[in-house]
Nanobody, 124 residues
């Protein structure tokens, strides 16, 4: 079992930045692909960014390309999502997820373990 705990969410003004962290416990995540998903009220849970187990391959959803960066530190068992130039449409609950596949999948069913989520609000 892998337990995931997100942190770093909060309220930020448009154009601002937030850094989300995901701390894993229970097992090392070095053999897991990792992803950050988000879900806004009334909408589907969508992948924002994914990273392969090795950290070499990354994937970004089109709306966040050039603004968000996913990274991982397998030694610290953590994954980070750096979010810059935030927009009101980025507001959502953000979830960290771990998948047994070494390459990051783009669908929820590609991931086996989930955190509880952290709220991101972008508003002036």
């Amino acid at each position: 079992q892998v337990q995931l705990v997100e942190s770093g969410g909060g309220l930020v003004q448009p154009g601002g930045s937030l850094r989300l962290s995901c701390a894993a416990s229970g097992r090392t995540i070095s053999s897991y692909s990792m992803g950050w998903f988000r879900q806004a009220p009334g909408k589907e849970r969508d992948l924002v960014a994914g990273i392969s187990a090795s950290g070499v391959l990354t994937y970004y959803a089109e709306p966040v390309k050039g603004r968000f960066t996913i990274s991982r530190d397998n030694a610290k068992n953590t994954v980070v999502l750096q979010m810059n130039s935030l927009k009101p449409e980025d507001a959502a609950v953000y979830y960290c997820a771990a998948g047994r596949g070494r390459d990051a999948g783009t669908r929820s069913y590609d991931y086996n373990y989930w955190g509880q989520g952290t709220q991101v609000t972008v508003s002036s």
